[in-house]
């Protein structure tokens, strides 16, 4: 990539947010930031020395006290002033979230609407972290249930979604009444500044939120080998998650683990082609498939395949593929030259195998890292693609016949993230959705993250849910306390 400097001026400064303040790392070292759409050089990063992981983590512990000791009236209030600032400064924090990550400004802009409603979720339901009272079996007895803030936080958050990464970590912790340390990713830092300056306008006491950037390996053994972080929050890939679980399991920390998918989409004889071929499109083709519920392995009844593929992939064929900060643009750029190649090798092995390309599989020949809507058709068993995650923008086509076999293709990964169903029939759709290894179905469409339903994943796709009742409880402990009075 091009290592010289963006003629756009990058409108965040990156640093480290520790005890309510703004440093540089304590040993002045930074890394660079990099376009993808254009593969110049944004800004520096403030990398974070252990020093300055120490001043974190002892800010958290601090700031934990005053924060939970805060009325849950008065968090709410803060975070959703918090939320309205957000709101007003959406365009400016698009604009960052595009410029680092690539995907098109419209997105973006959803993004940041989505991520304004999950805070403003959490404020409210941070009242609403309720016990109860359980009759006693003595004279006098009272028996209370109390749910608590279980402690500091050491969240970690992917580029692929810079925002509602963060504030699914950040909404959950705070409005239970927890501190955190986030470490957002260092492709798309600005995001996390920007919203980072909103809750501490909103008045966010010092300490409750500190937010740092540096190697990951590093800041994960530091945080997670001390007793004073008591959970773990991740969005990220399977294998991190294993490394962070374990890490985890020396001081017995909470986790809640989002990790990586391969979503099957079982289209059956009877759904409507006309619907589902742009739903599935807009959802394929999202940040150029960089999304962890992206339908990838799709399944359609023989009876209606070749009919699906071909407008599918004139679909996908049409597709404007250009800078996200360009008027129309529909994919964006993949974050990063390496990620670029690893979605190279997998289209061409699965051609060397028998794979049918019926449209893109190639890079395009431009700057920065773009590569072209693709469809494969009859992928065989043995592609790489149906057993690894593609994580771009890749649509891998198989048809089936019987109920049976296509479940057991459908459920034949260790994932079990996002799963789509297509049919006219309730019953048909039932049978399906129940039969799926996953911890989420989508019937006839696509929506299936909203800031008050429960998003998480099973066994490789990790456990635990962010979003909804489920996403506060995630950080709430339980007391049980027995009185009684003479």
Known sequence: MSSSKDTTVFPEKIELLIDGHWRQGSEGKSCELLNPATGQVLTGIAIASLADLRRAHDACVKGFAVWKATSAATRCEILRRAAELMEQDKEHIATILTMENGK?????????????????????????????????????????????????????????????????????????????????????????????????????????????????????????????????????????????????????????MELGGHAPVIVHHDADVDKAVPVLLAAKFRNAGQVCTSPTRFYVHDSIYERFVVRFAEGASRLKVDNGLQPGTQVGPIISQRRLAAVESLVEQAKSVGARLVTGGKRLEREGNFFAPTVLADVPPDARILREEPFGPIASFMAFSKFDDVIERANATPYGLASFVFTRDAALAQRTELALEAGLVGVNNTAISAPETPFGGINHSGYGSEGGSEGLEAYLRTKFISEVFH
């Open 104 to 256: 098109p400004l419209a997105e973006a802009r959803a993004e940041i609407g989505f991520s304004v409603e999950a805070l403003q979720w959490y404020a409210e339901e941070g009242k609403r972290a309720y016990g109860r009272i359980i009759p006693g079996r003595i004279e006098n007895q009272r028996q209370i249930v109390l749910k608590e803030p279980v402690g500091p936080v050491a969240a970690f958050a992917a580029w692929n979604f810079p925002a509602s990464n963060v504030i699914r970590k950040i909404g959950g912790a705070l409005g239970a009444g927890c501190s955190l340390i986030l470490k957002a990713s260092e492709e798309t830092p600005g995001t996390a500044v920007a919203i980072a300056r909103c809750l501490e306008k909103a008045g966010l006491p010092d300490g409750v939120l500190q937010l740092v950037f540096g190697v990951p390996d590093e800041i994960s053994a530091y945080l997670l080998a001390s007793p004073g972080i008591r959970k773990v929050s991740l969005t990220g890939s399977t294998s991190v998650g294993k490394l962070l679980q374990r890490r985890a399991a020396e001081t017995l920390k909470r986790c809640t």
